[in-house]
């Protein structure tokens, strides 16, 4: 192991592919900027998405590189963006056990949907931080629901409930609730695998930043008792043009079209319409949007990701799944840019021009958007993007809701029922993007709270202090190892 003198080594373990190995990804660079050293683990093609973003950084003296694992014989790397929480990522145990009793470093920061990692850390004695990807609000809305909510006696799946013991009145019903939370039965061993993961582990680092929600902040601490460092919003460290078209993967548009767009528009004029990294729509819904937009009358750019249609996930590209002549007369009267992939979501919401965000409300995106002083129109699908909905909108009130009523999965194997009409569409577009007071008041709040965000991570920020802390804990953890 290295001298109590030089720098920290800390590992990071993204997840494969989206919302989960983006910010960790942009977490470990943070870390390097505050003096540790940074290793990224990862798989040949993973890899591929970040290499450019990581060279930029050891150009500009960062200390972070990216150790790509050497894959059993016979195993496949199957993991691209578009890989899922249950992907199964436990052929890498080996080649990552080898890795860490080589390089021994002080620590390592391992994404839970890894949820095998646990075995190897009991061998080594390496101590290990957990990754969930998620705020402190989600986390309290969960683990009360969990704790003291008898589902079952709950009758109808829309009445709602209160979830007691908040520092605010949140209301949910069933049908917003990970199918794990209304059923025990359902994925045992991996709700098993990651709590363990937790219990191992010395902490959390959460990304998110005190000011956005202190209360929970506070609560995660004291109430549920978790050793966390709230170190965010990590996607600020993305500052120049390049880091932020390159983000995540290279953008489907290139980064001038895009802009070139964009500076055509009157500020706040252009609404962001994006499912995140995961989610796949069918094309029934597609049309609702479509409609919906239209008849708005509102700027759009909208990143159409993966669609599916009888139970097929296909590239958006590939299928002409929107309305008639839809897509051309966007173009033509210059409403709407549709991007089919993946889009410079940075670069975007920071624009000027962007005055409102549609989002699926994952923990990222909702993020991006606060710290990008963008309010938005909240559209829920799955995972715990329910509760990040509520923090939007009733706690921070910087958003409107679309709707959504309806858990589902981000894949298309389940049967899809959560239709959101053009109609709802239409109006959440017109409430958001209109020039009400209302629209103005969420405008002036989510800037305010841009502004926090930005102080968060400079010198003299809550979460600048908190990186700083768990490395000086660390180097502590160090010190009494020599003793
Ligand atoms: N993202 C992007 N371009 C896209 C789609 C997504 O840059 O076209 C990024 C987005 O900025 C965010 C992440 O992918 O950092 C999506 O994470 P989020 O938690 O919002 O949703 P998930 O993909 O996990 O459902």
């Not at 004291?222 to 120049?240: D, F, H, M, Y």
């Not at 706040?268 to 919906?292: D, M, R």
């Amino acid at each position: 192991m290295v001298s109590t003198n030089e720098p920290i080594q800390i590992f990071f373990f993204p997840f494969v592919g989206g919302g989960h190995q983006i910010p960790m990804i942009d977490t470990a660079r943070v870390f390097a900027s505050h003096g540790s050293i940074s290793t990224i683990i990862t798989t040949p093609s993973n890899s591929i998405h970040f290499k450019n973003l990581i060279t930029r950084d050891q150009q500009n003296g960062l200390n972070i590189t990216i150790h790509t694992l050497t894959l059993p014989h016979n195993s496949v790397d199957i993991i691209d963006m578009f890989s899922g929480p249950m992907t199964d990522t436990s052929n890498l145990l080996e080649p990552l056990k080898q890795l860490l009793l080589l390089q021994q470093p002080d620590c390592i920061v391992v994404d839970m949907f890894h949820r095998w990692a646990g075995e190897v850390m009991d061998d080594l004695g390496i101590k290990m931080i957990v990754f969930t990807g998620n705020g402190c609000f989600p986390r309290c809305v969960h683990e009360n629901i969990r704790k003291h909510v008898q589902l079952e006696n709950i009758s109808s799946d829309y009445e709602p409930f209160i979830v007691p013991n908040l520092p605010d009145r949140i209301e949910m019903t069933k049908s917003q609730l990970p199918i794990f939370l209304r059923d025990h039965s359902v994925f045992p061993d991996r709700l098993k695998a990651f709590k363990q993961l937790e219990e191992k582990s010395f902490g959390t680092i959460i990304n998110s930043f005190y000011d956005l929600e202190p209360a929970y902040a506070d609560y995660v601490r004291k109430e549920l008792g978790q050793k966390a460092w709230i170190v965010g919003p990590v996607s600020l460290c993305n500052r120049s043009k390049e880091d932020k078209t390159e983000r995540g993967k290279v953008s489907t548009i290139d980064e001038k079209s895009c802009l070139n767009w964009l500076n055509s528009k009157k500020a706040n004029s252009v609404l962001y319409v994006s499912f995140g990294s995961l989610a796949s729509l069918p094309h029934e819904q597609l049309k609702e949007i479509a409609y919906g937009l239209e008849a708005s009358d509102h700027s759009f750019i909208w990143v159409v990701g993966k669609t599916f249609n009888s139970s097929k996930i296909e590239e958006s590209g590939s299928a002409n799944f929107l309305l008639d002549g839809f897509e051309e007369r966007m173009k033509e009267n210059e409403k709407g840019l549709i991007i089919r992939d993946w889009a410079p979501q940075l670069l975007i919401l920071e624009h000027v021009a962007v005055g409102g965000f549609l989002t699926h409300c994952g923990w990222n995106s909702t993020l991006e958007a606060v710290s990008s002083g963008v309010p938005m129109i909240t559209w829920p699908l799955s995972a715990e993007q329910f509760s990040n909905e509520k923090l939007v909108t009733d706690v921070l009130k910087v958003g409107v809701q679309v709707g959504s009523k309806e858990w589902v999965f981000w894949n298309a194997e389940t049967e899809w029922k959560g239709t959101v009409g053009r109609k709802n569409v239409e109006l959440a577009v017109k409430k958001l993007m209109g020039k009400s007071e209302e629209a103005e008041k969420m405008r002036t709040r989510v800037k305010e709270i841009a502004r926090k965000a930005r102080i968060a991570v400079e010198e003299g920020g809550t979460s600048y202090a908190e990186v700083d802390a768990l490395i000086e804990e660390l180097k502590a953890h160090r010190v009494a190892l020599k003793a």
